[in-house]
């Protein structure tokens, strides 16, 4: 793979062109890096509670999910509502750290105690907290390849 550089004091904005064949594994991979590069990943989340507005760490996130058109997330200290919606926490999230396992959830793996996989067809997650949840059907095949099972 060849990396050009250009320098030109007329441009206003960067842009990043890719030119092959064909796309591959490789270049997908490339263009999630860099999109998650523009997107900073967010440290801090604004979450609503009680009539008051929190600024909360991601690292306190265990998990957050949707339920009735509303987002939440819950946190070690509580559950709090979201302004954001699902696929923009995914979006704003490391993908190492956060990952979905249904429609409706993301997780975060670093609160994760243990994952059952006692049961058919699905998967039981445990967190450090004593909460639990589970895997949706389709997204087993995912969770075993991001735990590399």
């Known amino acids: 793979m ?7 004091e007329q441009c206003e904005e960067t ?7 064909t796309m591959t594994d490789e270049i997908n991979e490339l263009v999630s890096r860099l999109q998650m590069t523009q997107n900073q990943h967010s440290d801090l989340f604004v979450g609503f509670k009680d009539g008051n507005a929190s600024v909360v760490h991601v690292q306190k996130i265990v998990r957050i999910y949707a339920t009735n058109q509303k987002v939440y997330f819950v946190t070690e200290h509580g559950e709090y509502m979201a302004r954001l919606r699902l696929y ?8 190492r750290t956060f990952v979905r396992i249904s429609n409706s ?5 670093q609160k994760v105690r243990d ?12 967190f450090i907290d004593g909460s639990t949840t589970y895997v949706s059907r389709r997204y087993v095949k995912k969770i075993k390849s991001v735990l590399g099972m």
Do not use: P, Y
């Not at 923009?88 to 993908?95: A, C």
């Open 2 to 8: 060849k990396v050009k550089i250009k320098l030109d």
């Open 15 to 21: 842009t990043i062109v890719i030119v092959t064949k």
């Open 88 to 95: 923009e926490f995914e979006e704003r999230l490391s993908q």
């Open 105 to 109: 959830e993301i997780i975060n793996l």
């Open 115 to 126: 994952f059952d996989l006692s049961f058919s067809g699905s998967i039981c997650v445990r």
